[in-house]
């Protein structure tokens, strides 16, 4: 069964810092990993999208890396700001008959404090 | 502007009734899809269309409908089946399976 599991469940960080975000899948045959940042009541947003041959995908002070063998990605947040604040979700599509069907995470809450 | 939208924004209804959520796009995408999202977990498929007047099964499809007689629009209907309706739905679209999807902002349901 196809899975993405994403750590932590939820982090607590100051204004300035960075932080790392992970997300490890099973989704097989792999197509591409997204992430979004969802914030609270809204729809989710995407940040970047990577494919089986890109291992590092940049979008401001989001920077998303993709290891296809280890089946791990993961979000880093440079100098975070209090707009950072939001659920940010791992998405991976997987091929199956022809149909590219997302698998989403459960997502990372982070908040960041002043 | 281009982008997906879906209405209303709050939805209340009683317990027993069956309720339709609009979900309309103007980006030309072939592919649209239905979740569901509850407190503390990830999304989850409930239905999505590739072509216009074809659409597919998610994983929690049951008490569930949906149509697709437009490229434009992919309504969502809760039935009365559905046994605990009261959920964030939110919808998407994008050109193909495999590429970006587009979220509208969702509508949040509310059965009493």
């Known amino acids: 069964k196809n899975q993405v599991e994403q750590s932590p469940q939820s982090l607590i960080i100051l204004e300035g810092k960075n932080c790392t975000l992970q997300c490890n899948y099973t989704v097989s045959p792999f197509s591409n990993l997204r992430w979004y940042k969802q914030d609270t009541g809204r729809g989710p947003v995407s940040l970047t999208i990577?494919?089986?041959?890109?291992n590092t995908k940049s979008n401001g002070r989001y920077t998303a890396t993709l290891d296809a063998d280890t089946k791990q990605s993961s979000l880093h947040i440079t100098a975070s700001q209090l707009s950072d604040s939001a659920s940010y979700i791992c998405?991976?599509?997987?091929?199956?008959?022809?149909?590219?069907?997302?698998?989403f995470g459960r997502g990372t809450s982070l908040i960041v404090h002043p | 502007d281009g982008g997906i939208t879906q209405s209303p924004k709050y939805l209340f209804r009683k317990e027993g009734q069956n309720v339709t959520l609009s979900c309309e796009q103007n980006l030309n995408h072939d592919a649209m899809y239905w979740y569901r999202q509850d407190p503390g977990q990830g999304l989850r498929l409930i239905y999505y269309?590739?072509?216009?007047?074809?659409?597919q099964k998610g994983d929690i499809a049951e008490g569930y409908s949906v149509s697709r007689e437009k490229k434009e629009s992919f309504p969502l209907t809760v039935t009365s089946a559905q046994k605990n309706p009261t959920a964030f739905y939110l919808c998407?679209?994008?050109?193909?399976?495999?590429?970006?999807?587009?979220f509208g902002q969702g509508t949040r349901l509310t059965v009493v």
């Open positions: 269309s590739q072509i216009v007047n074809d659409f």
């Open positions: 990577m494919t089986f041959s890109e």
């Open positions: 998405v991976v599509s997987g091929e199956s008959g022809g149909s590219y069907i997302p698998t």
């Open positions: 998407a679209s994008s050109i193909g399976g495999y590429t970006e999807a587009f």
